[in-house]
């Protein structure tokens, strides 16, 4: 029977825009299908602001815990009398760097090879974000570490000290992992194997996101911002919760190797 659905420009690996949603029933696996939802949830479509991928489905969520994480942890952190010069910094750094690597994933994620204009341009600011954040948690590290130093304070003191400096080891690893496929690819033996890393640079990515996420959790559990700051744990481990809850159920399945892409 004919179709009554006038015709679409052909998109190949992209849900149309003014398209109906696919009836359930008929789900076909499609390679921009997220972790959760329904295919093109949080896909960046035609002509759409690339600002839009920043809040694009769940993405709302990471936006939201991001907010709450800075209230609940700098409000109490900057009306807190003294301010010690070498350790109120290193919250603040690390927060705006968490902010800006959360921000740069959001945006790139929604992207597919369908609107390569699109994904080239997020792809670029991509590496500008994660390159200020780079820039953001080396001074929050240099300032703790010189803290410890000039007050001889011990090192591995808490759990969020172990955290830490697991944490900005792996970052070491996925921002020199990053920045070498993306500007010299060379390194990886050129052109499509290095392209073929992206995955991997996806999969390390998410890891170390999660592994950032616990270690702000732990803060929460230092001595100076638990009984000295009094920071509420449950605002903190809210924040953390609804930055994973809307960062996860985004990723696309396609860029992960788990469709064909
Ligand atoms: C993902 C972000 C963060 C990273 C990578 C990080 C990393 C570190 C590192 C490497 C140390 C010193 C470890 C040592 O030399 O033994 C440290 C100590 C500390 N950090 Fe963080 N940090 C982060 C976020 C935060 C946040 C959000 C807060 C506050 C809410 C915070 C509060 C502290 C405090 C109070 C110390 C000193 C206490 C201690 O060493 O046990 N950090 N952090």
Redesign the pocket.
């Known amino acids: 029977m004919a179709s009554t659905t006038p015709s679409l420009p052909h998109l190949p690996d992209e849900i149309h825009p003014h398209q109906e949603q696919p009836d359930d029933s008929h789900h076909q696996p499609n390679e921009n299908e997220p972790l959760l939802g329904r295919p093109g949830d949080a896909i960046q479509r035609p002509n759409a602001p690339m600002h839009r991928n920043l809040y694009l489905g769940t993405g709302i969520l990471a936006q939201t815990g991001l907010l709450l ?1 800075l209230l609940t ?1 700098s409000i109490p ?1 900057l009306t807190h009398r003294p301010l010690p010069p070498l ?1 109120t910094p ?2 603040l750094l ?2 705006t ?2 902010l800006v690597l959360t921000e740069a994933i959001l945006l790139l994620q929604p992207t597919t090879k369908s609107l390569p204009a699109a994904k080239t341009r997020a792809a670029k600011y991509h590496a500008l974000l994660q390159l200020l954040s780079l820039l953001l ?1 080396v001074s ?2 240099a300032i ?2 010189t ?2 130093h000039a007050n001889k ?13 697991a ?2 080891s792996l ?1 070491a690893v996925q921002y020199l992992f990053g920045f070498t496929i993306y500007l010299t690819p060379s390194v990886w033996g050129g052109g499509d194997k290095a392209k073929k890393m992206w995955k991997w640079h996806r999969y390390l990515g998410y890891g170390v996101l999660l ?3 616990a ?2 959790g ?3 559990w ?4 638990d009984a000295q ?1 009094g ?1 509420s744990k449950v605002g ?1 481990v809210l924040g953390l919760v609804l930055v994973a809850g809307g960062v996860f159920p985004r990723i696309q399945l396609g860029k992960l190797g788990l469709r064909e892409y």
């Open positions: 994480l942890i952190l350790l290193h919250p690390q927060l760097a968490l948690f929050g590290t703790i570490e803290n410890k304070l011990p090192h591995f003191h808490s759990a969020h000290a172990y955290f830490g400096v944490t900005v970052l592994l950032v996420l270690t702000t732990s803060a929460a230092t001595e100076y911002v700051l920071v903190v």
